[in-house]
């Protein structure tokens, strides 16, 4: 079966995409454990660069213990243990000599409630600049701010109250906040998990069209439960189930034409 | 019997369903006793705290006073400095002061200085002025040499019995061979309270002096002195180790049997009477490190330790509070775990530390039990100018106090509770001060 799927991702990609993309990020024989339980099974799956890959499927199935992969945030979970290979071009990034601090300056995250720091709009997007000796002095840590707040479309909103606590924006703002924090330090991959989940359809719909504009530079990988969201937002999917990685193509090709059944469930709103 | 309470009582949820009423009505009832027994406790935790403060400050306000003599006193050389030497080994005696104050009391009630009818009067006279005045007198001549031979009208202590009368502590109705003043003394008091030569004033010596045998010259500064050095030994020990060692048990170390057993010993300790400390500090500090006993700084190792657990908890408490969103938000930008425990973590953590750690000190403030193993009863009469030297607590100069018969030690030791209670409150209130100030929503 998984035969078969793997030569229709190939076919697919053959058919509607130019076979030139790179591939950013690549996880081979993923495999992931808490503790004793078993969370992901060999999963294959790559990323390719400037594209927005939609990682979907039911609820436990082990999307964000992928995405958490691709930063190494498993780290901070005591019980977590990876096994596989996960390269960001090229290079394994849970080789020993790789340092997770650079690891998460190249690879950003956004997550699923927005988390501001309790600090101004300001020292929010210039934290990761000033720890990272990014921009080295005011002038230039303030046109990065600003910078990542425009990219991230919330400038013209908070422009006047940069001084304001981050916290006191809406939750749209905030998730848009923590987005502009993540670019700020020129992030290659941004992971964002759910970042809709908590924000009505006007915030998401603003966020979702951010996402669109920053596919020009950045690779993105999302964690989405919406079809939706996936299908107007990603080129890319891969559905995930029990922990295996079921089936991954162009997001077109998934949506009109899955070829496993289960994909074809979960799709069709049809999963128990 | 619910029908016409229900129409009365008709209620738009409930409309006409009586079952539902009923319950409703139950609800009610119960939220209402509740809140009524909450509210007795309330007041009877209220009426148990006015009684203690009543109590203590209608014993202890007037020891806020002290009665004072002035008394114009001949610095005759004769008596001071026979040899004219002006040395400290002639000067320095204070019992020569004594003589020349008792000397211008006799001229002043007009006894014979000499002869053995008058002999009774002069004793009762001498007994109206402290004994602590020939060392009033003798330390303004030691500071200025000019004052010998000289004149000087001075205010000096009245001794405690004699405070306690002009207090109305000792009442004249008491017949006299019970009465601890005398007639005559009486009368003496009387008339110099007419002429405007005995007055109540403000008791600076009770902050300043340290201890005495004699009530009206025993004050609580040596122990006030010691109790701030303990302070200062905890809050510099105390709470530096104690928030590390929060640091690295909630942020860093791996969750395992030892952690799990070093938790549970951190909650015990908590618990362990503190006079197991004491004992602890005695072996340790004193017998085996051979610090000085009744030395604050040995006072300040003990409650150091006994400090400890609680500022451990209350800060492991205060990290875990802070949510994990917040970490994982540092580290997805690329901030090291230390770098998001000390740019983000602490900072929020912040007033739930300083709010155990002043807890904790208010704690050490008054705690007694241990100070008594390590020698710090002690009669400390200079104020310590290290924490090397001897010295006494507070807690424990009022526990030394209570055991004094004199009517005069009474007031001082609730004068003494008046203002460790003092302490007490300011404590507490800047601990409740700094958490608004530092407290951040996230
Ligand atoms: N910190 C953890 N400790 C133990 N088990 C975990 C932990 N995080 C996730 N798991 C387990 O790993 C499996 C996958 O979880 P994961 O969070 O990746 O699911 P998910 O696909 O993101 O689900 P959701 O859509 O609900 O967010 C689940 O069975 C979950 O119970
Ligand atoms: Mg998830």
Redesign the pocket.
Known sequence: MSQSTQNAVNSSMDKDTEPAVPIKMRGVDVCVH?GD?Q?LFDVNLEVPEKQVTALI?P???????FLRTLNRMNDT?D??RVAGDITLDGQDIYDPKVDVVELRARVGMVFQKPNPFPKSIFENVAYGPRIHGIGQNKIEIEEIVVNSLQKAGLFEEVKDRLDEPGTGLSGGQQQRLCIARAIAVSPEVILMDEPCSALDPIATARVEELIDELRENYTIVI?T?SMQQAARVSQRTAF?HLGILVEEGTTDQIFTHPNDKRTMDYITGRFG | MSASENITTQNIITGQDPARAARLKKRYASERRFKTFGAFAVLVGILFLALLFISIFSKGYTAFQQTSIQLTVLLDEKVIDKKGTRKIKDLGKAIRYSKLVNRALYQKFDIPLKGRDSKKDRSLAKKIISGEAGVQLRDMVLNDHGLIGQSVTVWLLASGNADSFIKGQISRDTPEARRQIKDKQVAWLDMMREEGTLEKQFNTGLFTFGASSRPESSGIGAAAVGSLYMMLIVLALALPIGVAASIYLEEFAPTNRWTDIIEVNINNLAAVPSIVFGLLGLAVFINFAGLPRSASIVGGLVLTLMTLPTIIIATRSALKAVPQSIRQAALAVGASKTQSIFHHVLPLATPGILTGTIIGLAKALGETAPLLMIGMVAFVKEIPLSPMEPATALPVQIYMWSGAAERAFVERTSAAIIVLLAFLVIMNMSAVILRRRFERRW
Request: glycine share 18%; aromatic share 12%.
């Open positions: 808490y339980k969370a499927g609820s436990g199935c082990g999307k964000s213990t979970i019980i977590c964690v439960h995930f």
